[in-house]
């Protein structure tokens, strides 16, 4: 039959076979470097290790995505792409422990406790946002539920594999699963203020998360007495609670929005009565009057991940200080930086740099408040947040020292692929056109200020005539 | 500034030792302010006298508010406090050319902020009615080197008068730095004003044109009302007065070309639209454009209209998602190209600070370190019409000045002395007092 065909069409079916046969499928969803390499190595930098300090013209031997080697003087391998980053400097890619880049939703903003949802499942590929990231040296990303509830959803730790598509492709596997709580102003303001329900005050803010908690204690128990025979029927089944019991069983990491003293101090207090061991802060501006206590939490004591400088938009960080990351790092509590914001992750380097201004940290420990400390604080440690043998090859690249105001980033790798090329990369990056194309000023001096204040989260709900609003933000 | 490392102690002992030092110093009331004048003689430092200008090993002597001498040889007077500054750096303090500063104390609560006020046209708003000269952010912005600032009303299409103020004293008044005053526009614009601006193109366009037809309304009523004004001061008694109109009362000296008129503009097409607004107006030498975060795309435009830009803030992403990532930050290097005047705003309330850093991203990105610091002194202070009293380090001007122990862009670097109208200042505010106090907390976690 076949030799029937005529011969040109037989040729073109062929070229057509052959194309679907090399177009394999994670080709076609990486728009931008389906095949890009990921054998590298980059020569003559100096290399910022962050946890084994500096090397001087260094070179960094990536295999399948992976560091396999660190030194000086190593050769290339046949068929291993070389860069020269002589001048230049090399570090772990940058870790953002806090954002919401890269989601289509925030909050779900209908329940005291929504622990059944996740941001996993609204993740947008086509954010651009990931893109401007990569350019600011940023290769891993948590991205979280917002605010809004005392306990609200899980969040995801992303890759930052900008022009997959597929959004299952961004999430960082092995990363352990983690939770978002939130103390404060914007759940008493959202529920209290807004909607004349518990929690209107800090109390009340306490009591939800320690009643879902023993809810979910005794779910366990009631689990547990049906399997070994004790009932006759399982609790109905409630994914809310499961989520709760992976809690109290360690399984998922809480991570909470939190900034006065006096609430984080409850937290920790709640959690001990758990048995919980995994806590992270976020925000934290008062944590700079606890720090002793944070360092003293649990096993490993509370992380915290703080802005650089950002304050006074709220009643509760208006007694703000600068200096409250070195604080912490000088008091033995695991800190880093980040930035919340979706647009503001572009200057990671420059946030942690002001560390030096505001409690003179040196280079190392500036440098880990964005690499190996918020790795530590999301459980990816042993794979991302400094430059070791056997880590994922994931790196940024500077023309100056990070730490310089003037530095600007020149490559970005994520697993060994150029995801940001600052000579390479064409200005526009989207991987889909909007029709519309208008202008946004999202981000413009005053209607920005304007767009911020709504970004402070609920706490702003009641200055609003137009009821809930919430923003991809939860300062 | 790189240094892997340094000794913590000798910050608070440098605090100390100096603090002691002025204690000893001083007349007793003065022990008791915060800040005092001198004269002060600073000695052996390389002195900035203006971007690209700078004297090694120079002496400056401040006597009341002004710089008494500025040179290589100048003699410490016998009355004088001396600094030996080897090794350190004195800059010409710093301006801001876009804030809220003073006019806004928490973020989310409406009760503390004095920028918006009700309705579109209130062009006889004064900002400076409105400053604060208790709030926190003044201690907390100057302490970086920054003397002093625009500081500008907010909402609807004409808000008000921004001023210009230095940052020490305790009336608006005592701030007013030179008397300047100007009206702002926020030009009705055609871009996305937030995330929460879900308008559809039309509507913006349609809403855009609506603002524009009020401001030209307005504007033509204004026009007429200056010329009735003018005509009864001529005549008082032949002449009837006109209805007293506040907004059109407040747009007087404007229309009759005695008072700048800064227009807030960012998107390209507003940008354009506004610099013909004006040439119709006649008002384009009186124009200053502030925000021009797409200026770059009519760099050209703005160069040949010879109109001055406050450009920023500038940290943030670009407006366009095609736009190449660091658009924004290179926006003043390409105006600086086209042959724009350019100056530096941060566009903040509480974190003014970050100007030093804006101009460090600037220069960066394409603008340079010596274009980026005349952003943020002398070009601004030529913008304002202060270029003979603040802006660079010479005899006779207003003695707004500061110390630092390296590039004060750089964020490692730290400002080890501050004088604003020759008051010697403390490096004090709210952020160095709680790390005073906390970074050793006593007692910690046992009492």
Known sequence: ?475 | MLSPSRPRPQRVSAVLTLFVALFLALPAHAQKQPGFQGPFALTNAQVIVAPGDTLDGGTVVIRDDSIAAVGPNVSVPSDAQAFDLSGQRIYPGFIDSGTHLGLAEVGSLPETQDFNEIGDLTAHMNALTAVNPSTVHVPTTRVHGITSVITEPENGILPGTAALIGLHGYTPEQMHLGGVTFTKLNFPSVGRQGPSDDRSPETIQKESEKALNKLNELWTEAERYARIDSAVAEQPEARRQPEFVPAMEGLLPVIRGEQSLMISANAAPDISKALDWAEERGVLDQLILSGALEGWRVADEIAAADVPVLVGSIMQPPSRESDRYDKAYRTPALLHEAGVTVALRSGKTENVRNLVFHAGFAAAHGLGKTEALRAITTTPAEIFGVADQVGTIEAGKRANLFVANGDPLQPATDVQHLFIDGYKLPLENRATKLYDEFLNRNPGLEK
């Open chain 1, 1 to 475: 039959m076949l030799s029937a065909f005529p011969s040109r069409l037989s040729s073109a079916l062929g070229a057509l076979a052959a194309v679907l046969l090399v177009a394999s499928p994670l080709q076609a969803q990486d728009q931008l470097r389906g095949d890009a390499p990921d054998d590298w190595l980059i020569q003559d930098a100096t290399v910022l290790t962050v946890t084994n300090g500096t090397i001087e013209n260094g070179d960094i031997l990536v295999r399948d995505g992976n560091i396999a080697e660190v030194g000086t003087d190593l050769s290339a391998p046949s068929g291993v792409e070389t860069y020269d980053a002589s001048g230049e400097y090399v570090m772990p890619g940058i870790i953002e422990a806090h954002q919401h880049m890269a989601i289509s939703n925030v909050n779900e903003a209908t329940n005291q406790v929504t622990a059944e949802v996740g941001v996993g499942d609204v993740l947008n590929p086509y954010d651009i946002g990931i893109y401007r990231a990569l350019a600011g040296g940023v290769t891993t990303a948590h991205v979280m539920h917002g605010s809004a509830n005392p306990i609200g959803g899980r969040n995801e730790t992303i890759k930052l594999r900008y022009g997959v598509t597929n959004p299952d492709r961004l999430k960082m596997d092995d990363a352990p699963r983690t939770i978002k709580f939130a103390l404060g102003e914007n759940p008493t303001g959202l529920y209290g203020e807004g909607r004349n329900q518990v929690p209107g005050t800090r109390m009340g803010v306490e009591q939800v998360i320690r009643t879902a908690l023993t809810e979910a204690e005794r779910y366990m128990e009631a689990k547990q007495a049906h399997q070994s025979g004790e009932r006759a029927r399982p609790p109905a089944h409630s994914e809310r609670l499961e989520v709760l019991a992976g809690v109290l069983r360690g399984d998922i990491l809480v991570q909470t929005h939190g900034y006065r003293a006096d609430e984080l101090l409850m937290l920790m207090n709640v959690f001990e009565d758990f048995g919980i061991q995994d806590l992270v802060f976020h925000h934290v501006n008062e944590g700079f009057k606890i720090a002793p206590e944070l360092a003293a939490f649990g096993d490993d004591g509370a992380g915290a991940t703080v802005f650089s400088d950002w304050w006074s938009y709220k009643f509760e960080v208006y007694y703000s200080t600068a200096y409250n990351a070195a604080i912490l790092a000088e008091n033995g509590v695991n800190a880093s930086i980040n930035t919340d914001i979706p647009g503001e992750q572009r200057d990671l380097y420059l946030q942690a740099a002001k560390t030096q201004r505001y409690g003179d940290l040196s280079d190392t420990q500036a440098l880990e408040l964005i690499t190996i400390n918020p790795a530590r604080q999301l459980g990816i440690d042993d794979r991302v947040g400094s430059i070791e043998e056997r880590k994922a090859a994931d790196l940024a690249i500077f023309s100056e020292h990070p730490l310089s105001v003037y530095t600007e980033p020149q490559r970005t790798y994520v697993d060994g692929v150029v995801r940001f090329d600052h000579e390479e990369d064409p200005d526009d990056m989207r991987l889909r056109v909007d029709p519309e194309g208008t202008v946004d000023l999202a981000r413009d001096g005053w209607s920005r200020h304007a767009a911020h204040s709504c970004l402070k989260g609920v706490a702003q709900l009641r200055a609003t005539r137009n009821g809930v609003t919430l923003e991809n933000a939860d300062q």
